[in-house]
T-cell receptor
Framework: DTAVSQTPKYLVTQMGNDKSIKCEQN?????MYWYKQDSKKFLKIMFS???????INETVPNRFSPKSPDKAHLNLHINSLELGDSAVYFC??????????????FGEGSRLTVL | GENVEQHPSTLSVQEGDSAVIKCTYS??????FPWYKQELGKRPQLIID?????GEKKDQRIAVTLNKTAKHFSLHITETQPEDSAVYFC??????????FGAGTILRVKS
């Protein structure tokens, strides 16, 4: 019973292509996130959605477009991929409102390699 | 916005020794300070957290201390074991807002 699942786990593609990563959580959380982890292991937040509403949008190129069809899903679409987009992308969720521990639950990560 | 600095970036200890990782944060309004452990090729997972109304928290071999005046918090691991080898991240947030992570510490426990 995976709490936060994301697909695909691995993605190898050419520069200029468009790709998507999907994420689903079955924890009933109200908030979902995308984090990028680069080769130096730094975890940087990209986006956050609370109940389908975008609440955090860090300085991310507009080639990256998140979409949240409902509060259990948050997808990430990337246009015109560049070499620098190569990284591991982690989806995460947490319960922000009401009774909550505030803990972030991460998916297994999607390793994107742009050639 | 919040800025979290973490030291050291790498730490090697002998099995059985203690390890200490330190973090400082910039936003005095932050009130939630978790620590995450990330094993090689795996997802980050919460190992312990502390809130601003508490100065210290322990869970078996790990403990976290918080000094709100100085705006720093630390992770202490005692009796280290090879399975403690991982990347450790500290983080800070105002409760309910985005979590800002430190740059991570690679801990190597040598047996």
């Amino acid at each position: 019973d995976t709490a936060v699942s994301q697909t695909p786990k691995y993605l190898v593609t050419q520069m200029g292509n468009d790709k998507s990563i999907k994420c689903e959580q079955n924890l009933g959380h109200d908030t979902m996130y995308w984090y990028k982890q680069d080769s130096k292991k730094f975890l940087k937040i990209m986006f956050s959605y609370n109940n389908k509403e975008l609440i955090i949008n860090e300085t991310v190129p507009n080639r990256f477009s998140p979409k949240s069809p409902d509060k259990a899903h948050l997808n990430l679409h990337i246009n015109s991929l560049e070499l620098g987009d190569s990284a591991v992308y982690f989806c995460a969720s947490s319960q922000v409102s009401g009774v909550s521990t505030g803990e972030l639950f991460f998916g297994e990560g999607s390793r994107l390699t742009v050639l | 916005g919040e800025n979290v600095e973490q030291h050291p970036s790498t730490l090697s200890v002998q099995e059985g020794d203690s390890a200490v990782i330190k973090c400082t944060y910039s936003d005095s309004a932050s009130n939630y300070f978790p620590w995450y452990k990330q094993e090689l090729g795996k997802r980050p997972q919460l190992i312990i957290d502390i809130r601003s109304n508490v100065g210290e928290k322990k869970d078996q071999r790990i403990a976290v201390t918080l000094n709100k005046t100085a705006k720093h918090f630390s992770l202490h691991i005692t009796e280290t074991q090879p399975e403690d080898s991982a990347v450790y991240f500290c983080a800070a947030s105002k409760y309910g807002n985005k979590l800002v992570f430190g740059a991570g510490t690679i801990l190597r426990v040598k047996s």
